[in-house]
């Protein structure tokens, strides 16, 4: 079936460390995208890619990265920078930017990731 | 910028109940509007979309219309069951072509 993984559904991390959380899809969609999920806040964008190789900063992107570089796969790393990285994160994608054609983007189940 | 404004607070309402929740924007041009659900433990899906004033998106006997005039796209359902309970969110695309999202709204529906 087609659709968006991923991994892992929960992490925990200590304090100072990096973490790379996993997203891949295998519906062809040029556009990926991660976003934030805080409790009372929707959903903040923290970068996205258009394309392999490209990739935007959103609205929080300061102690995050991310890499593109196959069109199925778009890892997000939060790194030690992240002063409050406790939340739970989910990876979208779309055929093109904003899902132009279709208006729809498609969401994975998240991943929940908790400081301690 | 882009933004979306949903109702506060949870909404908790009875099995056949009458469904509002409402949602105004603010946005230059003509946005995309949409509502998504989040059911417990999963990612969000699309559920309805309107691209241009007075059309109406429907789905699952959930309907919202787009109003210019009020800058208003409501989502309303007229007799919500408990497999509705979940977490809606509003959002809109605007000339950037980035989804802005609403802070979304958990409705718990009794049986």
């Known amino acids: 079936d087609g659709g968006i993984t991923q991994s892992p559904k929960y992490l925990f991390r200590k304090e100072g460390q990096n973490v790379t959380l996993s997203c891949e899809q295998n519906?062809?969609?040029?556009?990926m995208y991660w976003y934030r999920q805080d409790p009372g806040q929707g959903l903040r964008l923290i970068y996205y890619s258009q394309i392999v190789n490209d990739f935007q900063k959103g609205d929080i992107a300061e102690g995050y990265s991310v890499s593109r570089e196959k069109k199925e796969s778009f890892p997000l790393t939060v790194t030690s920078a992240q002063k409050n990285p406790t939340a739970f994160y989910l990876c979208a994608s779309s055929m093109s930017l904003g899902g132009l054609n279709t208006g729809e983007l498609f969401f994975g189940e998240g991943s929940r990731l908790t400081v301690l | 910028g882009d933004s979306v404004t949903q109702m506060e607070g949870p909404v908790t309402l009875s099995e056949e109940a009458f469904l509002t929740i409402n949602c105004t924007y603010t946005a230059t041009g003509y946005p995309s509007l949409f509502w998504y659900v989040q059911y417990p433990g999963e990612g969000l899906q699309l559920l309805l979309k309107?691209?241009?004033?007075?059309d109406k998106g429907s789905n699952k006997g959930f309907e919202a219309t787009y109003r210019k005039e009020t800058t208003s796209f409501h989502l309303e359902k007229g007799s919500v069951q408990v497999s509705d309970s979940a977490v809606y969110f509003c959002a809109l695309r605007g000339g950037n072509n980035r989804l802005a999202f609403g802070k979304g709204n958990q409705v718990v529906v009794i049986p």
């Open positions: 309107a691209t241009k004033a007075d």
């Open positions: 519906l062809n969609h040029d556009a």
